[in-house]
């Protein structure tokens, strides 16, 4: 089972953790266009990530009832015989990977006011020079964000390692399987903390789950420094940037 709960949870990092990184941050970047209804538009993707929890799980536990769920309604809408969702072991956590994309909202919120402290004198400069918008988007763009995308990559991270919530209530007994079998179906959504869970307050074995506990705080941590110590190869700080300047005018 230990075993089983740290597959299921790589597996759900390695899906859920870049995709939010993208949508949040491609989100951003479209928002930030001039656009008709730009901040109707900001805040109906924002408001959901406002919810979160309980309240979120439910909500797609609806959603993704293979009989009578939207989702399945709308593909069916178009000639697609939609999957069983969360009752299919091979598509259960690709949907809780769906349902985390409900918060991508606070990532992107964070992305656009980065966006906006860009200066716009780069922009123009790069464009004298001849630079496209794809140029401008990867030498000036992507460089400048380096410091925010290395911040929602280490919430995210640490975000994606602590799922529980969202298993535990459409797992449990009034979700999904009304027996109540907490990481189903077939093992295939036993995340490491609900494993953790279980093992302290199902079978009271506290001092394994204490250990697994520091396991996981003690992995996070080592991942989290590697990030940090790896961050001064593709992290560019503005302050940074000025500095090796003036270095390099002699001031």
Known sequence: MFHQSLK???????????LTLIIGFSLAVLLNQDIMGQKIWRTIYFFPSVIAGVAVALVWLRLFDPNIGLINKILGFFGINGPKWLLDPDWAIPSFVMMSLWGVGRSMIIYLASLQSIPTSLYEAAEIDGANVIQRFFNITIPMMTPVIFYNLILGLISTFQLFTEVYVV???????????????????MVYNLYLYLTAFRYFDM?????MAWLLFIFILVITVILFKTSKYWVFYQGQLGNQENKKNGK
Do not use: Q
Request: net charge positive; hydrophobic share 35%.
């Open 207 to 211: 001092g394994t789950a204490s250990a």
């Open 171 to 189: 797992t449990g007994t009034g979700g999904i399987n009304k027996a109540g079998s907490l990481g189903g179906p077939a093992r295939s959504t």
């Open 8 to 18: 299921v949870t790589f597996y759900y990092a390695g899906l859920a953790l870049p």
